[in-house]
């Protein structure tokens, strides 16, 4: 584990052993960038050639956060519970990291110099969408705990920003795919109705899988999507991370059956309606940026069936929305 202090321009990333902490981890080291990786886990859980580049802290832990963050130049600020179900079962440890770890790490980003902070935020603090596409202008009336927690962590980046001039910018993801993703914490459908048809099973769609329309966004760019954020977005300022292509829950169904060579066998749940809605961003502030997507959904879909191999581990979390709610996974 280390303990000296971090070579100057040392980028810290929070999560850094998660879905997406990972994937960026690697895209940082590949470009030559120096790490530092921080996340909840015991040290034994990181491969022994990455120990020393690793800091255990609870973000919950004011203490423990400015411990880890101090002498960074650049903080990603991705840890947190991304489970709208845990948040649903679970809302005070959603909040506890969602929102309090947020302002324990920007209080430690402010105290110990950080220059900029960027956070990973999600679509999920708009709630239902009244326009499609969404822009970043678009109301933020969050219907689940998650939203909420999420959006008030974006509360806390911002006026952190404002009141102690740390350069703060904020990434909203929409539905993220890709390798990587724990089976047994992760709901997104691409992941969720690989494992279901690889295995041989019917793939349950919850709601509507017409009505229903998703932004598919391979992690791999959206990895790429907060370096853009980090070098040139404007700080105080709000991105959707998306590819601006929007599909639908069957259209998903119909290119993992291109992708495998079967047919899906789709059965739709449709009296779970909370979110079947068009789920979809504007995301002309991030191509302004420069920024453009690599991966389509059809070659992601067919990079994702490769590398789960035949027989996946099957995904294990339901999508609830209320307590008690029957669950369709
Ligand atoms: N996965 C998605 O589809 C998605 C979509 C939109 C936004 N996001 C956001 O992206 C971020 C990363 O999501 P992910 O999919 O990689 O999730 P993940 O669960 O794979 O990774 C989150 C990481 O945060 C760590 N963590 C949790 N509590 C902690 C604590 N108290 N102290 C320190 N570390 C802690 C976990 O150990 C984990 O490694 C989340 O903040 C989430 O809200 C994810």
Known sequence: MLTEPMPSGTVLVTGGLGFVGRTLTALLRERGETVVVTDVAAPAAVPAADRGSYRQADLRDPEQARAVVAGADLVYHLAGNPSGTLSVRRP????????????????AAAETGVRRLV????????????????????????????????????????????????????????????????????????????????????????????????????????????????????PGEAYNLGTGVECSLRRLAETIAVATGRPVDLVEDTGISEDTYR???????????GFTPATSLNAGISALAGHLGPAPELPSVPTIFKPGQPVAS
């Open 279 to 289: 789920h979809v961003p504007d995301v002309t502030k991030l191509r302004a940026l």
């Open 92 to 107: 005070l440890l959603d909040f506890g990291i969602n929102a309090q770890g947020t302002a324990n790490v920007c209080a």
């Open 119 to 234: 956070y990973l935020s999600t679509a999920m603090v708009y709630g239902r969408p009244l326009v499609v596409p969404m822009p970043e202008t678009h109301p933020t009336t969050p219907f689940l705990p998650y939203g909420a927690s999420k959006l008030a962590g974006e509360h806390v980046v911002r006026s952190f920003g404002e009141t102690f001039g740390l350069e703060t910018v904020i990434g909203r993801a929409f539905t993220l795919y890709g390798p990587g993703e724990d089976p047994r914490t992760a709901g997104g459908e691409v992941s969720q109705y690989l494992r279901w048809h690889l295995n041989g099973l019917p793939v349950r769609a919850v709601g509507d899988a017409d009505r229903k329309t998703r932004d598919f966004t391979h992690v791999h760019d959206l990895v790429r999507a907060l370096r853009v954020l980090a070098a040139d977005g404007v």
